[in-house]
Structure formats: structure tokens, C-alpha cells
């Protein structure tokens, strides 16, 4: 089994920035796919950004709206995905989930995939 754990949200003021850890416990492998989901009130859970742990390149995947403003990085030794959120606005408030998963598609915004946080909720103020 794989444990996700997240943590760094909070309330911030617009054009403000959070960082979103995530990390990872239990089962390992060679090689797996970190990301970050968001759903905010009233709408469907949408991908956000995913990056290649362990031993692959650290190819990263964005949805194309949010790239720019947000950043994901790794720390393999700490099986920590990291989510740099720059220049937030209202639209960003949301819960955040951690994900984790073998492989991701191609068409990252399709991913699915099958371990999940609990989930961090960012609130940004106008």
C-alpha cells in the first residue's frame, strides 16, 4: 500500500505564493509518477501538474492554463513531489490532492491515477 501525505496549504492573499509538499510512504518502486489534482466548489476534479519519480528523468507534465504561475519539483531521497504556486488568484481555490501512480498517459490530463491523499485546501482572498 501507498500512503500520501500533503501538507502547505492555507489562506494566502491574491498574487501570493504557497508550496504544497507531498510525500510518499510505503510500497517503493524503480519508478512512478507524482502529481497534484485540484477540485474547487462546484466542479469536477481537474489535473494540475505530475512529475517522474525515482529513477526516471523528472519529465514533468502541466495542465496548459497553469503553466507559468505553478511549479512541480522532487526530492527522490525524501519521496517528496513539491507544488510551487506563484501569482495565485481567487480561481485557484480549491482542495489539492496528492496522487501517485506506476505510469502516467501521455496526455497527462488524462491520467487516473489509483493512490490519493486526503487532500489540502488553498483558499486564495481577492
Known amino acids: 500500500q501507498v500512503q500520501l501525505v500533503e501538507s502547505g496549504g492555507g489562506l494566502v492573499q491574491a498574487g501570493g505564493s504557497l508550496r504544497l509538499s507531498c510525500a510518499a510512504s510505503?510500497?517503493?518502486?524503480?519508478?512512478?509518477?507524482m502529481g497534484w489534482f485540484r477540485q474547487a466548489p462546484g466542479k469536477e476534479r481537474e489535473f494540475v501538474a505530475a512529475i517522474m519519480m525515482g529513477l526516471s528523468s523528472g519529465t514533468t507534465y502541466y495542465t496548459d492554463s497553469l503553466k507559468g504561475r505553478f511549479t512541480i519539483s522532487r526530492d527522490n531521497a525524501k519521496n517528496t513531489v513539491y507544488l510551487q504556486m506563484n501569482s495565485l488568484k481567487p480561481e485557484d481555490t480549491a482542495v489539492y490532492y496528492c496522487?501517485?501512480?506506476?505510469?502516467?498517459?501521455?496526455?497527462?490530463?488524462?491520467?487516473?491515477?489509483?493512490?490519493w491523499g486526503q487532500g489540502t485546501q488553498v483558499t486564495v482572498s481577492s
Open positions: 510505503g510500497r517503493t518502486v524503480s519508478s512512478y509518477a
Open positions: 496522487a501517485r501512480d506506476p505510469r502516467i498517459p501521455k496526455i497527462a490530463t488524462m491520467w487516473a491515477p489509483g493512490y
